[in-house]
C-alpha cells in the first residue's frame, strides 16, 4: 500500500481520522492493517461508510438478503443501432453475456480485464463484487445506463407514502372534514399546520401578489418530498433519496425551470439589460454577474440540500464504521469501548438529522419559493414610463429582495451548521 | 478505488437524473390534480367561513348590546314614569281626602247649628207652651177659688202681674 494511497483513502476518510483524534497513529497503522486481508481499513471505508452512502443498483438487507434491481441499459451495438437491454438483475445481465463486469481492483488505475465467462463471475456473484463493479458491453458501448437505483427506489417510496398521505385526506376534505366541520384526527390535523405553514410563511410572504396561488401547489410537493425523503434517511435498510446529488439537482432544476417559464418581463429584462438606472459599463459588469449569479443559486440549492443529507449519513456510517476501524487498529477491547461511545453519538446524531430533516425541507422550499418570486416579480411600470428619479424605489425594491436572499442564506447557514461539521 | 467509490458519492448518475425527473412530474401532477386543489380550496373555504361567522358572531354581539342598552333605557324610563304616577295618584289622593274632611267638617258644623237651632226653637216652643200652661193651670185655679167673686177680667190681669213678678227662666 503505497503512502500516496494511504494519503487518499485519508482525504476521503477525514471524518473518520479526525473522530479518531490520532490521525498520525491510524496513518502509521494502517499499512500493517491493511496486509491482514479480511477486515482492513480500505475495506471498512468502502463497504461501512462510503458502501452505504452511496447509489447502487441494489437493496441491501444485509445480513438477510440482497435484492438486486432491474437493470436497463441503452447501448448502441457495434453496427451502430440502438438498442435498449432490459434484465432483470445485475446477474442476469452479465450471466447474459452481453455485457462484462470490470470490477475496481485494489491496484492502482491500470487497465482492467472485462470479466466475462461464468467462473470468473460466479466468483464476482459471491463476493458481491459485481455490485460495485462497472459494467461494459462487450460489442458496442452503453450509451445511457438506466437502471433502477436504491435511491430511485426510496426516492418513490418517499413519493408513494405523500402521495398516499394527501390523497386520503384529500377525499377527507372532498367529504366535507374540514371544509364544514372541524379537521378530525392526528394526521389531518398535523398536514394541515405544515400546509398552512407553507402556504402563508412560506409561499405569501415571498411570492408578489396573489401569484403564490400558482406556485403553491409545487412548493408543497416538493416541501413534502423532501420531508419524507429525508426521515426515510433515518429509517433503517432505507436511505435519503436527497443524499443524491442527482435527486437535489432535478428538484432545483424544476424550481429554475418554474421561474424561467412564469419569470416576469421585468425580471429577464433586469437579468439581460442589468438595472435600467445604471450606466451601460457598469451593465455589461453586472449581466454576466446576474445570469452567473442566478445559475449558482440553483446549484446552492441542489448542492446544499444534498450535501447536508449525505453529511449527516456519512456522520452515522463512520461512527459506526469508527467500531470496526478500533478493531483493526487496536484490538476488540478496545472496539467494545468504542461501540459505547459510538452508539451514543449515533443517537444524538440519529436526532440531529431528524431536525435537519425538517430544517433542509423548510430551507429548499422557502429559498425555492423566493428564487421564483424574485422571478415573478413585476415592477411598477408607471415608474418605468417616468424618468430616472422615479426609478429610485425600483431599484429598492430588488436591494430589498437582496438582503432578504442574504438574510435568509445567514439563517440557513447557521441553522446548518452543525450537520456537515 | 477509494477515489473511485468516492466520486459515486457526488457524480449526478443520468439513470437517477431520468428517472426521477419523470417521477416527479407524475407526483406533481398527481397531487396537483387530485391532492392540493381539494385541500387547500377546502381549508381557504374553512377560514372564509370562520372569518365570516367570527364577523357574524361580533356584529351579532353588537347588536345584542345595543338592544340591551335600549332596554335598560326604556325600563328606566318606565319606572319613571310609573313612579310619576304613582306620586301623582298619591297627591290626588290627598287632594281628596282633605276635600272631603272639609266637606264633613262643614256638614258636621251644619249640622250643630241645625241642632242648635232645633234646640232654640224647641225650648222657645217649650216656654211659650209652659208659659201657656201655667197660665192656664192658674186661671182655672183661680177661677175656681174666685169664681164668684171676681169676672174673668180682672183675674187674668192679676195673674198676668204675678207671673210677669215671677222670675225670668
Redesign the interface.
Known amino acids: 500500500m503505497s503512502s500516496l ?1 494511504v494519503g ?2 485519508l482525504r ?2 477525514v471524518l473518520v481520522l479526525a473522530l479518531l483524534g490520532a490521525g498520525a497513529v491510524g496513518g502509521g497503522s494502517t499499512a500493517h492493517a491493511a496486509d491482514d486481508g479480511e477486515l482492513t481499513l ?1 475495506s471498512i ?2 463497504n461501512v461508510i ?2 452505504h ?3 447502487g443498483n441494489y437493496l441491501n438487507f444485509d445480513p438477510f438478503a440482497t435484492v438486486e434491481l432491474p437493470r ?1 441499459m441503452v447501448a448502441r451495438t457495434a453496427d451502430g443501432a440502438l438498442t435498449v437491454d432490459l434484465y432483470g438483475s445485475t446477474k442476469g445481465l452479465l450471466k447474459d453475456g452481453t455485457y462484462g463486469l470490470v470490477p ?3 491496484g492502482e488505475g491500470g487497465h482492467e480485464e472485462v470479466i466475462t465467462e461464468s467462473s470468473a463471475l460466479q466468483e464476482a456473484f459471491a463476493s458481491k463484487a459485481h455490485l ?1 463493479g462497472d459494467i461494459v458491453r462487450t460489442s458496442g458501448h452503453v450509451v ?6 436504491r ?2 427506489i426510496f ?2 417510496l418517499a ?1 408513494g407514502i ?2 398516499a398521505i ?2 386520503v ?3 377527507r ?2 367529504r366535507g372534514v ?3 366541520e372541524a379537521p378530525h384526527g392526528v394526521l389531518q390535523n398535523m398536514m ?1 399546520v405544515m ?2 405553514f407553507i ?1 402563508d410563511e412560506v409561499a405569501k410572504p415571498n411570492i408578489q401578489g396573489e401569484k403564490w396561488r400558482t406556485f ?3 412548493l ?2 416538493a416541501f413534502f ?1 423532501i420531508l419524507m425523503a429525508n426521515i426515510l434517511g433515518l429509517v433503517p435498510y432505507a436511505g435519503a433519496a436527497t443524499s ?4 437535489t ?3 432545483a432544476v ?1 424550481t429554475f425551470v418554474i421561474g424561467l417559464l412564469y419569470g416576469s418581463k421585468d425580471h429577464y429584462k433586469h437579468m439581460f439589460l442589468g438595472p435600467p438606472d445604471a450606466p451601460w459599463p457598469i451593465r455589461v459588469i453586472l449581466v454576466p454577474i446576474e445570469l452567473i449569479g442566478t445559475v449558482m443559486r440553483h446549484l446552492a440549492l441542489a448542492i446544499r440540500l444534498f450535501a447536508n443529507m ?1 453529511g449527516g449519513s456519512l456522520i452515522i456510517f463512520s461512527l459506526i464504521g469508527l467500531v470496526f476501524i478500533m478493531n483493526v487498529l487496536f484490538g476488540e477491547a478496545m472496539a467494545f469501548g468504542t461501540s459505547i461511545i459510538s452508539i451514543g453519538f449515533t443517537v444524538f446524531i440519529l436526532l440531529l438529522k431528524l431536525l435537519v430533516a425538517f430544517i433542509q425541507a423548510y430551507v429548499f422550499t422557502i429559498l425555492s419559493a423566493l428564487f421564483i418570486g424574485i422571478s415573478v416579480e413585476e415592477h411598477e411600470h408607471e415608474e418605468h414610463a417616468d424618468d430616472a428619479h422615479a426609478e429610485a424605489p425600483t431599484s429598492q425594491t430588488s436591494g430589498a429582495l437582496s438582503d432578504r436572499l442574504d438574510a435568509v442564506d445567514d439563517a440557513v447557514d447557521d441553522v446548518t451548521e452543525p450537520a456537515p461539521a | ?6 466520486q ?14 419523470i ?2 412530474l407524475i ?2 401532477f ?3 390534480r ?10 381557504e ?2 377560514e372564509e ?1 370562520i372569518e365570516s361567522s367570527i364577523q357574524r358572531a361580533e356584529e351579532a354581539l353588537a347588536e345584542a348590546k345595543e338592544i340591551q342598552s335600549e332596554n335598560k333605557k326604556a325600563r328606566r324610563e318606565a319606572e319613571r314614569e310609573a313612579q310619576r304616577i304613582l306620586r301623582e295618584a298619591r297627591e290626588s289622593a290627598e287632594e281628596l281626602r282633605e276635600e272631603e274632611m272639609a266637606k264633613t267638617r262643614d256638614r258636621i258644623q251644619q249640622m250643630q247649628e241645625q241642632a242648635q237651632a232645633e234646640i232654640e226653637r224647641e225650648k222657645q216652643a217649650a216656654l211659650q207652651e209652659l208659659r201657656d200652661e201655667v197660665a192656664d193651670l192658674a186661671i182655672e185655679a183661680a177661677s175656681k177659688v174666685v169664681r164668684d167673686d171676681l169676672d174673668g177680667e180682672r183675674q187674668r190681669k192679676l195673674v198676668n202681674d204675678f207671673i210677669d213678678d215671677l222670675p225670668k227662666n
Open positions: 494511497a487518499c483513502r476521503v476518510a480500505d471505508v468502502n462510503v458502501g452512502a452511496e447509489d436497463i475496481h481492483s485494489e460495485h445511457a445506463d438506466l437502471s433502477i437505483t435511491h430511485l426516492g418513490l413519493m405523500v402521495l394527501f390523497l385526506l384529500a377525499q376534505y372532498k374540514g371544509r364544514t394541515e400546509v398552512v402556504r403553491l401547489p409545487y408543497l410537493s418530498f443524491n446529488i442527482a435527486v439537482g432535478v428538484l424544476m449525505m | 478505488m477509494t477515489e473511485v467509490i468516492a459515486s458519492l457526488v457524480q449526478p448518475d443520468v439513470g437517477l437524473i431520468f428517472w426521477k425527473t417521477a416527479f407526483f406533481l398527481l397531487l396537483y387530485y391532492g392540493w386543489g381539494p385541500i387547500t380550496e377546502a381549508m373555504s374553512r367561513e
